[in-house]
């Protein structure tokens, strides 16, 4: 079994900073791409920023210069670093990461964590 759990999100001011992070852990044998998601109510979910294992990274453009998305690949971990807090930040923030299992045929599957919420005031 795999899992992935977040923490770190709660309620901010606009303008504030947070840290997420996200630990996989159980039967890996590797893991390839990481990334943080988020879905607001009422709107589709979306990629926020992802990270491959060898660390170049890509960021939706309402985000760049303010998140920086990295990762531990010792620790099986990503964090996502939010600076310059907005409103529309707010949302479930969730991880995902295509996980090589460590079973017969190393398989690969995307796995999500069960998301954190991140409220951001004006």
């Known amino acids: 079994q795999v899992q992935l759990v977040e923490s770190g999100g709660g309620l901010v001011q606009a303008g504030g900073s947070l840290r997420l992070s996200c630990v996989a852990s159980g039967s890996i044998s590797g893991i390839n791409a990481m990334g943080w998601y988020r879905q607001a109510p009422g709107k589709q979910r979306e990629l926020v920023a992802a990270i491959t294992n060898g660390g170049s990274t890509n960021y939706v453009d309402s985000v760049k210069e303010r998140f920086t998305i990295s990762r531990d690949n010792a620790k099986n971990m990503v964090y996502l670093q939010m600076s310059s807090l907005k409103p529309e930040d707010t949302a479930v923030y969730y991880c995902?990461?295509?996980?090589?299992?460590?079973?017969?045929?190393?398989?690969?599957?995307?796995?999500w964590g069960q998301g954190t919420q991140v409220t951001v005031s004006s």
């Open positions: 995902n990461a295509d996980i090589v299992v460590r079973t017969r045929g190393l398989p690969t599957y995307r796995y």
